[in-house]
T-cell receptor, first 110, second 110 residues
Framework: EDKVVQSPLSLVVHEGDTVTLNCSYEVTNFRSLLWYKQEKKAPTFLFMLTSSGIEKKSGRLSSILDKKELFSILNITATQTGDSAVYLCAEDNYGQNFVFGPGTRLSVLP | DTGVSQDPRHKITKRGQNVTFRCDPISEHNRLYWYRQTLGQGPEFLTYFQNEAQLEKSRLLSDRFSAERPKGSFSTLEIQRTEQGDSAMYLC????????FGPGTRLTVL
């Protein structure tokens, strides 16, 4: 059964810091890797990554996938208190199943 | 608003009672997923439908759990003879490519 591991599990930073969140996965019929942000409600979609080496960017957030080493990173630059959330990584194995990691809890202090 | 809706948003029940939750996916999405999430954990896969066919079911899903998607549109998740350990957030998601979550149904079993 596929497994997704995230690190760190929690992280506390100050506003303006840059953070890098890590996600590694095992693969059986890998289709894509997804990142979500979860505050006190259901996860909201951030990125879907299917190809190695191509950075996806949305404002201060960016993400990249390495299919050879089976990992992805999510970068957040110039963090703000509103970035405080749990960031979830999930592997899509051809739509049959999405396997989620435990999440990284990010706390951004003013 | 992701377009996936769930009903009810909260359910409190006594141990031993049956409960049923409903999920209405985004209309053009043919894939529908049910997850369970407890505090501090990532979403845990329960079952998956492609159109009306239930293609995947987690080994974690006991016989007390059943899900249907009779016409390939909305889905229901029923839990029979609820136990306190069933208390969790039940999330529904739908996808065509990217996966979008509903707001969840929070179940509390007393």
């Amino acid at each position: 059964e596929d497994k997704v591991v995230q690190s760190p599990l929690s992280l506390v930073v100050h506003e303006g810091d840059t953070v890098t969140l890590n996600c590694s996965y095992e693969v059986t019929n890998f289709r894509s890797l997804l990142w979500y942000k979860q505050e006190k409600k259901a996860p909201t979609f951030l990125f879907m990554l299917t190809s190695s080496g191509i950075e996806k960017k949305s404002g201060r957030l960016s993400s990249i996938l390495d299919k050879k080493e089976l990992f992805s990173i999510l970068n957040i630059t110039a963090t703000q208190t509103g970035d405080s959330a749990v960031y979830l990584c999930a592997e899509d194995n051809y739509g049959q199943n999405f396997v989620f990691g435990p999440g990284t809890r990010l706390s951004v202090l003013p | 608003d992701t377009g996936v809706s769930q009903d009810p948003r909260h359910k409190i029940t006594k141990r031993g009672q049956n409960v049923t939750f409903r999920c209405d996916p985004i209309s053009e999405h043919n894939r529908l997923y049910w997850y369970r999430q407890t505090l501090g954990q990532g979403p845990e896969f329960l079952t998956y439908f492609q159109n009306e066919a239930q293609l995947e079911k987690s080994r974690l899903l006991s016989d007390r759990f059943s899900a249907e998607r009779p016409k390939g549109s909305f889905s229901t998740l029923e839990i029979q003879r609820t136990e306190q350990g069933d208390s969790a957030m039940y999330l529904c998601a739908s996808s065509k490519n990217e996966q979008f979550f509903g707001p969840g149904t929070r179940l509390t079993v007393l």
